[in-house]
């Protein structure tokens, strides 16, 4: 079974400059997650989605971040403009559905760096 | 707010030692207590707890919940190079959304 797929791996970006991330996840699975993780710091919820619905976004910083699952499969998440203090790394995670027991299955993530 | 403590921040012991690592939590609906280990990037899932005072095993790894004292441990015996990684401790809500609150983590490090 293919795992949770990211694109890219690696991102250097100057502030105020615009970044997209891509996810695929686990075949069949309709719940998905972006997470952020900064250095030292365990991984903090940006948004969930069930199928293309966004379940929860309380944390996203909705100024300069914005996330899409328009077919329910693929998501993107996006960030305009960047600042130094979005450097991290930004994993995605499936599960099969909300309701599943809270396994959550990760990707590589997507390191950015900010100058 | 959910909160997850993990303790300690780091640690460092040689090959073939036994090592404790410890979470605690103050969190509202309590559903389940999960681990993972993080190597590199993706973390991968090691144990859900969600029954007090029941263990879960798997080789030489093994976890515990308490839920009067509000905490959990993960053991790993025999200690490899291979363990070393970032261990991360974290709570799942028992809302419909299911939202994973992670804790810092524990760095450990395996000397050979």
């Known amino acids: 079974e293919a795992g949770v797929a990211q694109s890219p791996r690696y991102k250097i970006i100057e502030k105020r400059q615009s970044v997209a991330f891509w996810c695929n996840p686990i075949s069949g699975h309709a719940t998905l997650y972006w997470y952020q993780q900064i250095l030292g710091q365990g991984p903090k919820l940006l948004i969930q989605?069930?199928?293309?619905?966004?379940?929860?976004d309380s944390q996203l910083p909705k100024d300069r971040f914005s996330a899409e699952r328009l077919k329910g499969v693929d998501s993107t998440l996006k960030i305009q403009p960047a600042k130094l203090e979005d450097s991290a790394v930004y994993l995605c995670a499936s599960s099969v559905t909300s309701g599943s027991g809270g396994t959550q299955y990760f990707g590589p993530g997507t390191r950015l760096l900010v100058l | 707010e959910d909160k997850v403590v993990q303790s300690p921040l780091s640690l460092v012991v040689h090959e073939g030692d036994t090592v404790t690592l410890n979470c605690s939590y103050e969190v509202t609906n309590f559903r389940s207590l999960l681990w993972y280990k993080q190597e590199k990037k993706a973390p991968t899932f090691l144990f859900m707890l969600?029954?007090?005072?029941i263990e879960k095993k798997s080789g030489r790894l093994s976890s515990i919940l308490d839920k009067k004292e509000l905490f959990s441990i993960l053991n790993i015996t025999a200690t490899q190079t291979g363990d070393s990684a970032i261990y991360l401790c974290?709570?799942?809500?028992?809302?419909?959304?299911?939202?994973?609150?992670f804790g810092t983590g524990t760095r450990l490090t395996i000397i050979p």
């Open positions: 989605f069930q199928n293309n619905g966004v379940v929860d």
């Open positions: 974290a709570h799942i809500s028992n809302f419909g959304n299911e939202k994973l609150t």
């Open positions: 969600t029954s007090s005072g």
